[in-house]
């Protein structure tokens, strides 16, 4: 069975870094994309970063220039490196693994970039 564990969440300051990480199994990890996405009270849950199995990667608009997505094939993990952080970023951050047809999720974790 697929499982994703997130880590990393925590409290903030604007203008602050976080990491976040993503622990899977019961997946051969490096043969698959990888992505983080995040959702907000109230909000849909959105993309906000994808990494494939080449190490290609793509970002939303919003998070350009300030995260970073990497992975490490040897660990089964996938990193989301969080700089220049402002409120707006505030949500529960879930990692998420698209396999064939089947999608799976992490239980998420919190960010929260406040004063």
């Known amino acids: 069975q697929v499982q994703l564990v997130e880590s990393g969440g925590g409290l903030v300051q604007p203008g602050g870094s976080l990491r976040l990480s993503c622990v899977a199994s019961?997946?051969?990890?490096?043969?698959?994309?990888m992505a983080w996405y995040r959702q907000a009270p109230g909000k849909q849950r959105e993309l906000v970063a994808r990494i494939f199995s080449s190490g290609n990667t793509y970002y939303t608009d919003s998070v350009k220039g300030r995260f970073t997505i990497s992975r490490d094939n040897a660990k089964n993990t996938v990193y989301l490196q969080m700089n220049s952080l402002k409120p707006e970023d505030t949500a529960v951050y879930y990692c998420?693994?698209?396999?064939?047809?089947?999608?799976?999720w992490g239980q998420g974790t919190q960010v929260t970039v406040s004063s």
């Open positions: 019961g997946i051969n990890f490096r043969l698959y994309a």
């Open positions: 998420n693994a698209a396999i064939n047809l089947r999608t799976y």
